[in-house]
């Protein structure tokens, strides 16, 4: 055949399998049954395993074949594919059959490329409408193949439906099983619209009674109980299946579903349905009592033990004997005693104790046979009579000790009579009108009637009962008591209360406070209701129970331990309302609550809902705060701060101070005024060492504007807090607000109030951080001057510093250690100005602040400003006395002019007077002492007539005489030209006062 490659002899037969195995499915066909491989798949009209091959020996001389062959006719072949020995050398296949796996079977068609076989004709699945796409996926007659997909509008037969371009069976197709698109696996087939894969084949004589599931249910309905000659056939209970028939066992008979003997079936009892009374048994087909019993009244019985039917029937025994071997008895144990006779235990009948007749004396038990007192009592006095030695006065602890008047047996001892709250039913009722209180008790004559769930309960013990209204913490505790206590809380009916955690409800012995005792502290946040407190404990004696309470509101305690630093805390309130207080408090509410220690000083406490940095309420609605403290008979609270804080809350209070073994407990109620929601409150308790404590700091309320008359009382932006009240800060109380200084006039003076004022800057000597206001002058293009001020009136500690207009210090004064840009006391240079302040300097063209500050909370000022110009030439300080200025000279051109003729170049002489300076006369003269036409000036900005000059006094020079004005200020003298072109060196005579 074509394309067919000889399989030689040294190929072994798998290999030789697999090539047919890949020449079929080259052909797009599966492999047929007879070809697969054995353990391809079961089959039961192909043996699993292939033929037995018998191999004949090989001639003399002859090798033996290699890898499985079989030598035939003296040459090496397979019989498992050789088709002229198939299975055996010399079985032939017919011309159209092949060889595989030993057996011969009809040839598969080799197809042209393109093509598949499809029931042994090649065709092309791509177009042929019969086989489009797969083998047998026929189009409908009015479709076309085209692409291996059925193309154009079809309807599809009864039972197909449409998948894409072409019509399929969902129950049956592998492509489509089940539903469109869904492909079944390699080796799978559809059945019913599921995937399946291949099914086993029952063996021969079996039935399949499972055709749809996935593996058959292979049964021998000829002797299947449970599939009896067809599928689903079940025997009934008893039966077996014999030749496909259901039948009963020998010696039983069918009766409904099942097999029963009548001879013995009491419900079937010789025959079907024919049931037995109640207690009857069946016997050879008929009815009756069972062996030992008798028919009594209709019912079955044995007259040996029955106490009814006792030796025959209706033989009844007396209502305290039994039967015993048909005949009336007393119990085991029991004894007949009396008339009329009855049965008695001679180890207990007090009556008939040990023996019939014996009597026990009044108030003893018949134990064992023989008379004694109860267990617990002892017999004592004469005649004896049984007693409690634990609690009889007359015999307590043992026989005829008794207790003195007054006194009680208790726990076999004589004690004082038990306290009337030695039990719940007498227990005393707290007054919760008032906050504290102390309550004396000794339980030495109690007794113990309840426990709890903490360490040593079971001591004698007392009770007191409270009823609470609304939420509360309570706090009870035995400081100071000698021996070792317990207490505890119990509901209103003695049972067990639970609280949230932070709290307890039984305390043995305590650590709170670094406590090392034997002392007890109970703290429980409770709801409105009635409550027991117990005092026991692990001994007995005189004790004092502090009993506090106060508010909780109706949210979840919560236990802080305040600080002198602020801390916060933050929670939601409760969703209602648990406590009335006299600030506006109908909202939801909750408690911070923390207890002081013995021995604690009084310490002030603050709280507040409020921002401590811009005053914003942080409660989100309107809050309020009150602080309770059990000690303290009155509640602080707030509602409103007012101001910027609105409708926050800011509560102060003194926590009182306690004594040794005394506690103090303390809440903090945040509430709202019909509102509820998250809080934030900060808290801290402790004195300030100087000033309010607000929050975290510690102010100066009467001057902080941000606690001004009062912690979070901020005052409006522009004001000052000055005496405990807001005030309007002056208009220059800021940079942007400067006074401006006319440069026109040689001297201004200003007057201003700077307690209103805040501090906004600083300078860069002595006190210079108090309330300072602003004030800004200009030294014109080209210019330079010598700039001074004073603050000399002024009623409190000033300070006065010059900054550029950008706020920069100014620290030289560029005058050679004779000016100052900042000044607090003092003064310049020889001045006495006590606490107000000069300063002095050179300063270039420009725009200055000029700063007026000081120590304190300000007052009223008064400043001086002076200037004068500075000539283009030397600046020099002029000395005090009578003295010649040695020659010098001028050049260049002049900047400072006056009414005597200036137009020359000039050198500037300055100098400054203190406030005790006197007016006194100067003089200064070029007469004589220069060889050009100069010129005089002497300046003095405070003087009525600034300057005086000179022009011509003797020939072309110049001398002047002026009297220098009282008091602190700048001076200066210009020696200048006629014209610009007077110039040249001088010498000058001067008197400087």
Do not use: K
């Amino acid at each position: 055949m074509a394309g067919h490659r000889h399989l030689s002899g040294s190929s072994t037969a798998a290999q030789r399998v697999a090539l047919v195995a890949a020449i079929v499915a080259s052909a797009g066909c599966a492999m047929p049954e007879m070809m697969r491989p054995a353990d391809a798949r079961p089959d039961s009209r192909i043996d699993a395993a292939a033929p037995d091959v018998q191999t004949p020996p090989p001639m003399d001389g002859e090798a033996p074949c290699s890898g499985g062959d079989t030598r035939c006719s003296g040459v090496c072949t397979s019989v498992q594919t050789d088709p002229m020995n198939c299975g055996a050398c010399g079985t032939r296949c017919s011309a159209s059959e092949v060889c595989a796996m030993g057996r011969c079977g009809p040839s598969m068609p080799m197809c042209p490329s393109g093509q598949t076989s499809c029931g042994g004709a090649c065709v092309d699945t791509q177009s042929d409408g019969a086989n489009c796409g797969a083998c047998g996926r026929m189009c409908a007659a009015s479709q076309t193949c085209s692409g291996g997909m059925c193309m154009g509008m079809a309807m599809c037969p009864a039972g197909q439906t449409r998948c894409g371009a072409a019509c399929a069976s969902l129950d049956s197709d592998p492509m489509n099983c089940g539903a469109c698109g869904t492909a079944c696996a390699a080796g799978q087939s559809c059945a019913m619209g599921r995937c399946v894969s291949a099914r086993m084949m029952c063996a021969a004589g079996e039935t399949d009674c499972a055709p749809t599931a996935p593996t058959p249910t292979c049964v021998d309905t000829r002797t299947s109980t449970a599939h009896c000659g067809a599928c689903g056939n079940a025997c009934s209970a008893g039966q077996s299946c014999a030749a496909g028939s259901c039948a009963c066992a020998a010696g039983t008979t069918l009766c409904g579903r099942a097999c029963v003997n009548t001879q013995t079936d009491a419900m079937n009892c010789g025959g079907c349905g024919s049931a037995c009374p109640m207690g009857q048994v069946c016997a050879a087909g008929v009815c009756g009592c069972p062996s030992g019993q008798m028919l009594c009244g209709g019912v079955c019985v044995n007259t040996q033990t029955d106490s009814a039917n006792c030796g025959a029937c209706a033989m009844a025994c007396p209502m305290d004997q039994v039967c015993a071997a048909g005949r009336c008895a007393c119990a085991a144990g029991q004894s007949m005693c009396g008339t009329p006779a009855t049965c008695v235990s001679l180890q207990t009948d007090r009556n008939n104790c040990g023996a019939c007749g014996t009597v026990c004396p009044m108030g003893q038990v018949c134990t064992a046979g023989r008379c004694a007192c109860p267990t617990g009592q002892t017999a004592c006095g004469t005649p004896a009579a049984c007693v409690d030695t634990q609690t009889s006065s007359t015999h307590c602890g043992a026989c005829n000790n008794a207790c003195g008047p007054g006194t009680g047996c208790m726990a076999g001892m004589c004690r004082g009579i038990p306290p009337a709250n030695d039990t719940r039913a007498g227990a005393v009722t707290i007054d919760l009108s008032m906050p504290s209180q102390s309550i004396s008790i000794n339980t030495s004559a109690a007794r113990n009637d309840t426990t709890a769930s903490c360490a040593c309960t079971s001591g004698n013990d007392v009770f007191y009962r409270f009823t609470l209204t609304q939420p509360e913490i309570i706090l009870a505790d035995t400081f100071g008591t000698s021996w070792d206590t317990s207490l505890f809380l119990q509901s209103s009916t003695g049972g067990s209360v639970t609280v949230g955690a932070g709290f307890n409800t039984c305390s043995d012995d305590t650590s709170e406070c670094g406590h090392t005792g034997r002392q007890s502290v109970l703290v429980a946040s409770l709801p409105a209701g009635t409550y027991f407190l117990v005092l026991s404990g692990c001994s007995a004696g005189a004790a004092t129970i502090h009993f506090q309470h106060v508010p909780a509101g109706a949210g979840a305690g919560t236990r802080i331990t305040p600080a002198t630093t602020a801390r916060t805390a933050t929670g939601t309130t409760g969703a209602t309302s648990g406590y009335g207080g006299t600030c506006c408090s109908s909202g939801g509410d909750s408690a911070l609550w923390w207890l002081t220690c013995p021995n604690t000083a009084a310490a002030p406490f603050y709280a507040s809902t409020c921002n401590p940095t811009t005053g914003v309420n942080r409660a989100g609605y309107n809050s309020s705060l009150s602080q309770h403290t059990a000690a303290r008979a009155m509640a602080a609270c707030n509602d409103d701060v007012g101001l910027v804080c609105a409708n926050g809350s800011t509560v102060t209070s003194t926590i009182p101070a306690t004594a040794a073994n005394q506690l103090n407990l303390n809440s903090l109620v945040i509430d709202g005024c019909m509102a509820m929601g998250s809080y934030s409150v900060d808290y801290a308790l402790g004195a300030c060492a100087s000033g309010t404590r607000c929050g975290s700091a510690c102010v100066d309320t009467v001057n902080d504007v941000n606690h001004c008359g009062g912690c979070d009382r901020r005052c409006a932006a522009g004001q000052s807090c000055r005496m405990g009240m807001c005030s309007n800060a002056p208009p220059n109380d800021q940079p942007s607000g400067a006074v401006a200084i006319n440069m026109a006039v040689p001297q201004s003076t200003f007057s201003v109030n700077t307690t209103a004022a805040v501090n906004d800057t600083t300078g860069t000597c002595g006190c210079t951080t108090g309330n300072d206001v602003f004030y800004t002058f200009t030294v014109a293009a080209g210019q330079s001057e010598l700039v001074y001020a004073d603050t000399i009136g002024s009623n409190y500690d000033t300070s006065i510093f010059l900054q550029t207009s950008t706020g920069t210090n100014i620290t030289d004064a560029n005058l050679a250690g004779q000016g100052a840009t900042c000044n607090d006391d003092g003064g310049l240079t020889g001045c006495a100005t006590a606490r107000q302040s000069q300063i002095m300097a050179r300063l270039n063209a420009g725009t200055y602040r000029l700063v007026v500050s000081g120590c304190g909370a300000g007052g009223m000022a008064t400043i001086r400003f002076q200037h004068l110009p500075i000539g283009n030439g030397s600046l020099s300080f002029l000395p005090m006395g009578s003295t010649p200025i040695a020659t010098t000279s001028t050049s260049g051109t002049g900047r400072v002019t006056s009414s005597c003729g200036s137009g020359g170049p000039e050198n500037t002489y300055y100098w400054f007077t203190c406030p005790s300076f006197v007016a006194a006369s100067f003089s200064a003269s070029t007469c004589g002492r220069a060889t050009w036409d100069t010129s005089l000036a002497q300046t003095s900005p405070a003087r009525a007539t600034p300057i005086v000059c000179n022009d011509d006094s003797c020939a072309q020079q110049s001398q002047i005489t002026s009297t220098i004005p009282a008091g602190a200020g700048i001076h200066a003298l210009y020696v200048d030209g006629y014209s610009s072109a007077s110039s040249g060196s001088y010498t000058v005579a001067v008197t400087r006062p």
